[in-house]
T-cell receptor, first 115, second 113 residues
């Protein structure tokens, strides 16, 4: 049973418009959430994160929103650029022990930004 | 900057063969881990280590062994390869503490026939 789910396997958006990626989780012990971006034949690279004590975190064009009661988070990319075309993974971790390096990932959403 | 280096990048194994995927990091990170990526499954944690001499199992550890004799290296051993182990393997490292960036290697593509 997947504890982190990304229900949209793909997303197509026009350049300059907003991309919204969604992620749901079931484990209430998760208290730290991350988004990773992955290009083909490369490893995932960190994009943005949010702690459960916040409901929003912003970094340039990227904003992550967390709704703890719904166990839902989303990533907004505004404006979308062709270089944003990649697979995006949502990940979560729980506090305690070596939690910093124990991530549970969603299945990924492939984003295509059309010029 | 080397970061996290994985070797080999591509490998084809026959069922029953053993092999080791190498992982090295030059950032003096305490935490290292191995993930596998399968289509639609995201990345799943195989084994992780919080420091030299300390390892523990992740979500999918069966069929894999690890050891951590130095801070820099964290090899992953496949004891007797099976077709179900065909996957892309990623090594990751980070410094101690929540919120520190986790760096991933470029991946090792393994096919077991």
């Amino acid at each position: 049973d997947q504890q982190v789910k990304q229900n949209s396997p793909s997303l197509s958006v026009q350049e300059g418009r907003i991309s919204i990626l969604n992620c749901d989780y079931t484990n209430s012990m998760f208290d730290y959430f991350l988004w990773y971006k992955k290009y083909p034949a490369e490893g995932p690279t960190f994009l943005i994160s949010i702690s459960s004590i916040k409901d929003k975190n912003e970094d340039g064009r990227f904003t992550v929103f967390l709704n703890k009661s719904a166990k839902h988070l989303s990533l907004h990319i505004v404006p979308s650029q062709p270089g944003d075309s990649a697979v995006y993974f949502c990940a979560a971790s729980a506090s305690g022990g070596a939690a910093g390096n124990k991530l549970t990932f969603g299945g990924g959403t492939r984003v295509l930004v059309k010029p | 900057n080397a970061g996290v280096t994985q070797t080999p990048k591509f490998q084809v194994l026959k069922t029953g063969q053993s092999m080791t995927l190498q992982c090295a990091q030059d950032m003096n990170h305490e935490y290292m881990s191995w993930y596998r990526q399968d289509p639609g499954m995201g990345l799943r944690l195989i084994h992780y280590s919080v420091g030299a001499g300390i390892t523990d199992q992740g979500e999918v550890p069966n069929g894999y062994n690890v050891s951590r004799s130095t801070t820099e290296d964290f090899p992953l051993r496949l004891l007797s390869a099976a077709p179900s182990q065909t996957s892309v393997y990623f090594c990751a490292s980070s410094s101690r503490g929540r919120g520190n960036t986790i760096y991933f290697g470029e991946g090792s593509w393994l096919t077991v026939v």
